[in-house]
Protein backbone atom coordinates (compact mmCIF):
# COMPACT_ATOMS: atom_id res chain seq x y z
CA UNK A 1 0.00 0.00 0.00
CA UNK A 2 1.65 3.63 -0.85
CA UNK A 3 -1.04 5.36 1.82
CA UNK A 4 -2.12 4.30 4.70
CA UNK A 5 -4.26 6.65 7.31
CA UNK A 6 -5.43 5.31 10.94
CA UNK A 7 -7.30 6.73 13.53
CA UNK A 8 -6.74 5.85 17.48
CA UNK A 9 -9.77 7.19 20.11
CA UNK A 10 -8.99 9.32 23.47
CA UNK A 11 -8.55 7.49 26.21
CA UNK A 12 -9.50 7.58 29.83
CA UNK A 13 -6.59 6.18 31.61
CA UNK A 14 -5.76 5.17 35.69
CA UNK A 15 -10.19 4.76 36.51
CA UNK A 16 -9.49 6.33 39.93
CA UNK A 17 -8.13 2.75 41.18
CA UNK A 18 -5.62 1.76 38.73
CA UNK A 19 -2.49 4.15 37.95
CA UNK A 20 -0.84 3.37 35.17
CA UNK A 21 -2.40 -0.27 34.78
CA UNK A 22 -6.12 1.10 34.01
CA UNK A 23 -7.53 2.23 30.90
CA UNK A 24 -10.56 2.48 28.56
CA UNK A 25 -11.22 3.42 24.73
CA UNK A 26 -13.50 6.37 23.87
CA UNK A 27 -14.39 6.10 20.75
CA UNK A 28 -15.90 9.20 18.54
CA UNK A 29 -13.24 11.76 19.80
CA UNK A 30 -9.12 10.80 18.22
CA UNK A 31 -6.54 11.62 16.50
CA UNK A 32 -5.73 10.70 12.95
CA UNK A 33 -2.33 9.51 11.36
CA UNK A 34 -1.41 8.98 7.93
CA UNK A 35 1.72 7.56 5.93
CA UNK A 36 2.16 7.56 2.79
CA UNK A 37 6.28 6.12 0.81
CA UNK A 38 8.32 9.18 0.40
CA UNK A 39 11.07 7.07 -1.31
CA UNK A 40 13.42 8.93 0.89
CA UNK A 41 16.32 7.76 3.23
CA UNK A 42 14.60 9.86 6.34
CA UNK A 43 10.98 9.82 7.82
CA UNK A 44 8.79 13.53 7.75
CA UNK A 45 6.53 15.43 8.95
CA UNK A 46 4.52 17.39 6.24
CA UNK A 47 1.68 18.69 8.18
CA UNK A 48 0.24 18.60 11.89
CA UNK A 49 -3.33 20.07 12.51
CA UNK A 50 -3.44 20.75 16.12
CA UNK A 51 -4.90 23.48 17.93
CA UNK A 52 -1.47 23.18 20.09
CA UNK A 53 1.54 23.36 18.80
CA UNK A 54 3.37 19.84 18.38
CA UNK A 55 7.08 18.79 17.38
CA UNK A 56 7.80 18.63 13.91
CA UNK A 57 11.17 17.21 14.22
CA UNK A 58 10.79 13.53 13.48
CA UNK A 59 13.16 12.55 16.68
CA UNK A 60 10.96 14.27 18.94
CA UNK A 61 7.24 13.39 17.41
CA UNK A 62 5.40 10.83 18.96
CA UNK A 63 4.17 9.11 15.48
CA UNK A 64 7.43 9.24 13.81
CA UNK A 65 9.32 8.47 17.16
CA UNK A 66 7.06 5.02 16.75
CA UNK A 67 7.52 4.42 13.30
CA UNK A 68 11.54 4.69 13.63
CA UNK A 69 11.30 2.21 16.75
CA UNK A 70 9.16 0.31 14.47
CA UNK A 71 11.57 0.18 11.34
CA UNK A 72 14.62 -0.56 13.81
CA UNK A 73 13.03 -3.68 14.72
CA UNK A 74 12.17 -5.08 11.92
CA UNK A 75 15.06 -3.90 9.99
CA UNK A 76 13.47 -2.24 6.93
CA UNK A 77 14.07 1.36 5.87
CA UNK A 78 10.38 2.04 4.08
CA UNK A 79 10.51 5.55 4.45
CA UNK A 80 7.40 7.93 5.38
CA UNK A 81 5.78 10.99 5.21
CA UNK A 82 3.61 11.29 7.95
CA UNK A 83 0.31 14.15 8.36
CA UNK A 84 -0.91 14.38 12.06
CA UNK A 85 -4.48 15.51 12.45
CA UNK A 86 -5.24 15.87 16.16
CA UNK A 87 -9.13 15.19 17.12
CA UNK A 88 -8.39 16.75 21.13
CA UNK A 89 -5.90 19.04 22.75
CA UNK A 90 -2.76 17.57 23.82
CA UNK A 91 -2.26 17.67 27.94
CA UNK A 92 -5.95 17.15 28.09
CA UNK A 93 -5.93 14.08 29.86
CA UNK A 94 -7.30 11.99 27.09
CA UNK A 95 -4.71 10.06 26.02
CA UNK A 96 -3.71 12.67 23.33
CA UNK A 97 -0.33 11.42 22.90
CA UNK A 98 -1.37 8.23 23.31
CA UNK A 99 -3.79 8.40 20.25
CA UNK A 100 -0.99 10.13 17.96
CA UNK A 101 0.95 7.12 18.79
CA UNK A 102 -1.50 4.39 18.71
CA UNK A 103 -2.61 5.83 15.30
CA UNK A 104 0.54 5.92 14.24
CA UNK A 105 1.56 2.43 15.18
CA UNK A 106 -1.27 0.82 13.23
CA UNK A 107 -1.41 3.19 9.88
CA UNK A 108 2.62 2.08 9.85
CA UNK A 109 1.82 -1.70 10.89
CA UNK A 110 -0.84 -1.72 7.74
CA UNK A 111 1.21 0.49 5.43
CA UNK A 112 3.60 -2.35 5.75
CA UNK A 113 0.96 -5.16 5.53
CA UNK A 114 1.33 -6.01 8.80
CA UNK A 115 3.47 -7.30 10.17
CA UNK A 116 2.91 -7.52 13.89
CA UNK A 117 -0.02 -8.54 15.50
CA UNK A 118 -1.88 -5.54 17.17
CA UNK A 119 -0.80 -6.60 20.83
CA UNK A 120 2.71 -6.55 19.72
CA UNK A 121 2.61 -2.86 18.74
CA UNK A 122 1.63 -1.71 22.41
CA UNK A 123 5.88 -1.51 23.36
CA UNK A 124 6.48 1.20 20.41
CA UNK A 125 3.00 3.22 20.64
CA UNK A 126 4.06 3.19 24.52
CA UNK A 127 7.84 4.57 23.12
CA UNK A 128 5.93 7.59 21.93
CA UNK A 129 4.44 8.07 25.24
CA UNK A 130 7.86 8.11 26.32
CA UNK A 131 8.93 10.90 23.65
CA UNK A 132 5.85 13.03 24.64
CA UNK A 133 6.05 12.88 28.47
CA UNK A 134 9.31 10.84 29.56
CA UNK A 135 6.98 7.74 30.61
CA UNK A 136 6.74 4.72 28.73
CA UNK A 137 3.03 3.79 30.62
CA UNK A 138 0.55 1.64 28.55
CA UNK A 139 -2.41 2.58 29.95
CA UNK A 140 -3.78 4.96 27.64
CA UNK A 141 -2.06 3.52 24.74
CA UNK A 142 -3.32 0.17 25.29
CA UNK A 143 -6.92 1.16 24.95
CA UNK A 144 -6.54 3.49 22.01
CA UNK A 145 -5.12 0.13 19.99
CA UNK A 146 -7.42 -2.73 21.69
CA UNK A 147 -10.57 -0.65 22.91
CA UNK A 148 -12.62 -1.46 25.91
CA UNK A 149 -11.26 -1.75 29.19
CA UNK A 150 -7.55 -3.10 29.81
CA UNK A 151 -5.87 -4.07 32.68
CA UNK A 152 -1.58 -3.95 32.11
CA UNK A 153 -0.19 -7.01 34.10
CA UNK A 154 3.79 -7.36 33.13
CA UNK A 155 3.24 -4.56 30.97
CA UNK A 156 0.85 -7.15 29.08
CA UNK A 157 -3.20 -6.08 28.45
CA UNK A 158 -5.38 -8.31 29.86
CA UNK A 159 -9.05 -7.06 28.25
CA UNK A 160 -11.69 -6.89 30.92
CA UNK A 161 -15.62 -7.24 30.52
CA UNK A 162 -17.63 -4.42 29.71
CA UNK A 163 -21.15 -4.27 31.43
CA UNK A 164 -23.77 -4.01 29.35
CA UNK A 165 -24.61 -0.72 29.57
CA UNK A 166 -22.12 1.87 30.47
CA UNK A 167 -21.86 5.28 29.39
CA UNK A 168 -18.48 7.65 30.03
CA UNK A 169 -18.47 11.59 30.76
CA UNK A 170 -15.07 13.30 29.85
CA UNK A 171 -14.82 17.24 30.62
CA UNK A 172 -12.02 19.09 29.43
CA UNK A 173 -11.88 22.62 31.29
CA UNK A 174 -9.42 24.22 28.78
CA UNK A 175 -6.09 24.39 30.71
CA UNK A 176 -3.52 22.50 29.42
CA UNK A 177 -1.38 20.19 31.95
CA UNK A 178 1.66 18.35 30.76
CA UNK A 179 1.38 14.99 31.96
CA UNK A 180 5.23 15.03 32.68
CA UNK A 181 4.33 17.96 35.37
CA UNK A 182 1.34 15.87 36.63
CA UNK A 183 3.06 13.10 37.13
CA UNK A 184 5.97 14.44 39.50
CA UNK A 185 3.47 16.22 41.80
CA UNK A 186 2.19 12.25 43.00
CA UNK A 187 3.67 11.50 45.90
CA UNK A 188 6.22 8.44 45.43
CA UNK A 189 5.32 6.23 48.38
CA UNK A 190 2.36 5.35 49.94
CA UNK A 191 2.05 3.52 53.69
CA UNK A 192 0.95 0.23 53.35
CA UNK A 193 -2.37 0.57 55.40
CA UNK A 194 -3.42 3.05 51.87
CA UNK A 195 -1.55 0.35 49.86
CA UNK A 196 -3.65 -2.21 50.77
CA UNK A 197 -6.94 -0.17 50.00
CA UNK A 198 -5.98 0.51 47.08
CA UNK A 199 -5.41 -2.61 46.13
CA UNK A 200 -8.84 -3.95 47.69
CA UNK A 201 -10.61 -1.13 45.43
CA UNK A 202 -8.96 -2.17 42.48
CA UNK A 203 -9.90 -6.27 42.89
CA UNK A 204 -13.43 -4.95 43.92
CA UNK A 205 -13.73 -2.66 40.65
CA UNK A 206 -12.91 -5.36 38.42
CA UNK A 207 -14.80 -8.06 40.13
CA UNK A 208 -17.53 -4.87 39.37
CA UNK A 209 -16.69 -5.25 35.76
CA UNK A 210 -16.81 -8.98 35.38
CA UNK A 211 -20.39 -8.68 37.45
CA UNK A 212 -21.85 -5.93 35.98
CA UNK A 213 -22.35 -4.39 40.03
CA UNK A 214 -22.54 -0.91 39.46
CA UNK A 215 -22.68 -0.62 43.24
CA UNK A 216 -19.72 -2.58 43.75
CA UNK A 217 -17.87 -0.45 41.23
CA UNK A 218 -18.94 2.90 42.95
CA UNK A 219 -18.15 1.74 46.30
CA UNK A 220 -14.60 0.52 45.15
CA UNK A 221 -13.70 3.52 43.19
CA UNK A 222 -11.68 5.81 45.00
CA UNK A 223 -8.32 6.97 44.37
CA UNK A 224 -6.23 6.92 47.45
CA UNK A 225 -2.83 7.07 45.63
CA UNK A 226 -2.70 10.14 43.33
CA UNK A 227 -6.16 12.08 43.28
CA UNK A 228 -4.80 13.50 46.87
CA UNK A 229 -1.96 15.35 45.23
CA UNK A 230 -3.41 15.94 41.21
CA UNK A 231 -7.08 16.92 42.56
CA UNK A 232 -5.51 20.82 43.37
CA UNK A 233 -4.94 21.25 39.45
CA UNK A 234 -8.19 20.78 38.82
CA UNK A 235 -10.64 24.15 39.16
CA UNK A 236 -13.57 23.11 41.22
CA UNK A 237 -12.91 19.08 41.41
CA UNK A 238 -14.83 18.36 44.61
CA UNK A 239 -17.72 20.68 43.76
CA UNK A 240 -17.41 18.78 40.28
CA UNK A 241 -17.55 14.83 42.41
CA UNK A 242 -20.19 16.14 44.45
CA UNK A 243 -22.55 17.16 41.56
CA UNK A 244 -21.74 13.52 39.36
CA UNK A 245 -22.42 11.65 42.31
CA UNK A 246 -25.35 13.35 43.21
CA UNK A 247 -27.15 12.91 39.98
CA UNK A 248 -26.19 9.14 39.91
CA UNK A 249 -22.83 8.46 38.83
CA UNK A 250 -21.07 5.10 38.91
CA UNK A 251 -17.79 7.00 39.91
CA UNK A 252 -16.03 10.28 39.46
CA UNK A 253 -12.26 11.16 38.78
CA UNK A 254 -9.57 12.79 36.89
CA UNK A 255 -9.18 11.20 33.47
CA UNK A 256 -5.66 9.99 33.61
CA UNK A 257 -2.98 12.83 34.50
CA UNK A 258 -5.83 15.11 34.03
CA UNK A 259 -7.23 18.30 34.16
CA UNK A 260 -9.80 16.45 31.97
CA UNK A 261 -12.61 14.32 34.46
CA UNK A 262 -14.27 11.63 33.93
CA UNK A 263 -18.00 9.69 35.29
CA UNK A 264 -19.19 6.86 34.47
CA UNK A 265 -23.01 6.57 34.40
CA UNK A 266 -25.31 3.53 33.98
CA UNK A 267 -27.68 5.31 31.59
CA UNK A 268 -27.37 7.45 28.95
CA UNK A 269 -29.89 9.67 30.90
CA UNK A 270 -27.55 9.98 33.97
CA UNK A 271 -24.53 10.65 31.79
CA UNK A 272 -26.27 13.51 30.13
CA UNK A 273 -27.49 15.06 33.46
CA UNK A 274 -23.71 14.62 35.33
CA UNK A 275 -22.11 16.50 31.81
CA UNK A 276 -25.16 19.53 32.23
CA UNK A 277 -24.43 19.95 35.95
CA UNK A 278 -20.65 19.67 35.21
CA UNK A 279 -21.11 22.47 32.49
CA UNK A 280 -23.25 24.43 35.15
CA UNK A 281 -20.19 24.58 37.32
CA UNK A 282 -17.53 26.60 34.61
CA UNK A 283 -20.45 28.29 33.66
CA UNK A 284 -18.96 32.03 33.67
CA UNK A 285 -15.62 30.64 35.22
CA UNK A 286 -13.81 32.35 32.22
CA UNK A 287 -12.43 28.34 31.64
CA UNK A 288 -13.93 27.40 28.00
CA UNK A 289 -14.69 23.46 28.37
CA UNK A 290 -15.61 20.91 26.55
CA UNK A 291 -17.48 18.27 27.32
CA UNK A 292 -18.66 14.40 25.68
CA UNK A 293 -20.51 11.66 26.15
CA UNK A 294 -19.92 8.09 24.87
CA UNK A 295 -21.56 5.01 24.98
CA UNK A 296 -18.32 2.40 25.85
CA UNK A 297 -19.96 -0.14 23.48
CA UNK A 298 -18.30 1.79 20.82
CA UNK A 299 -15.14 1.88 22.09
CA UNK A 300 -13.11 -0.24 19.51
CA UNK A 301 -9.53 0.96 19.46
CA UNK A 302 -7.64 2.12 16.53
CA UNK A 303 -9.14 1.24 12.92
CA UNK A 304 -7.98 1.81 9.29
CA UNK A 305 -10.20 5.60 8.53
CA UNK A 306 -12.45 5.79 6.13
CA UNK A 307 -11.40 8.35 3.35
N1 LIG B 1 -1.31 6.79 34.07
C1 LIG B 1 -0.84 8.01 33.50
C2 LIG B 1 -0.77 9.06 34.61
C3 LIG B 1 -1.76 8.47 32.43
O1 LIG B 1 -1.71 9.11 35.40
O2 LIG B 1 0.19 9.82 34.66
C4 LIG B 1 -1.34 9.74 31.77
O3 LIG B 1 -2.32 10.10 30.82
Known sequence: MNKVCAFAPATIANLNVGFDVLGLALSSVGDRVEVSANGLKENRI?????????????????????IEKMQASLGVDTYVDVRIKKGFASGSGLGSSSASSAAAAYAYNAFLGN???????????????????????????????????????????????????????????KIEVKTSSSRSIVAQHASLDVVAKQVSAM?????????????????????????????????????????????????????????????????????????NA???????????????VEDLKNGKGAKLCEY
Open 203 to 275: GAFVVGLYSGDYQLMNSASVDYLVEPSRKILIPYFDEMRAVAMGAGGITFGISGSGPSVFALSPTLMIAEKIR
Open 115 to 173: PFQIEELLPFAAEGERIACGSAHLDNVSPALLGGIVLLHNRKPVRLPMPKELYAVSFFP
Open 278 to 292: LEAIYEGSGIRTLSF
Open 46 to 66: TEIISEIPLPTDPKKNSCTYV
